[in-house]
């Protein structure tokens, strides 16, 4: 069973940064890719940025493309999601997600995902 621990959530102000951490237990993720989504109140889960575990090769949703950065660490078994220039409008739980399918380019796709975490609030003041 793959379980997924998000960490670094928390308040701050507009323009501020934050480091979300997702700690990635199991087998699958060796061979598969990982991810951010998130869900603002009322409104659907979004992705947000995933990795590939084999590869490293990136994806980020348009509204952070320049102000979020995805990685990842082996050792660790753990991915990152370094937010930069937050808004009010990044205000959100942020999941970490985890597909177990191989892939050299990671997928946006929320129905790819086989495992979830419980989430970490994020909330940006203006």
């Known amino acids: 069973q793959e379980q997924l621990v998000e960490s670094g959530g928390g308040v701050v102000q507009a323009g501020g940064s934050l480091r979300l951490s997702c700690a990635a237990s199991?087998?699958?993720?060796?061979?598969?890719?990982m991810g951010w989504f998130r869900q603002a109140p009322g409104k659907e889960r979004e992705f947000v940025s995933a990795v590939s575990w084999t590869s490293g090769r990136t994806l980020y949703a348009d509204s952070v493309k320049g102000r979020f950065t995805i990685s990842r660490d082996n050792a660790e078994n753990t991915i990152y999601l370094q937010m930069n220039s937050l808004k009010p409008e990044d205000t959100a739980v942020y999941y970490c997600?985890?597909?177990?399918?191989?892939?050299?380019?990671?997928?946006?796709?929320?129905?790819?995902?086989?495992?979830w975490g419980k989430g970490t609030l994020v909330t940006v003041s203006s």
């Open positions: 997600a985890l597909d177990t399918n191989w892939r050299f380019v990671p997928t946006s796709n929320l129905s790819d995902m086989d495992y």
């Open positions: 199991g087998r699958s993720f060796s061979r598969g890719a």
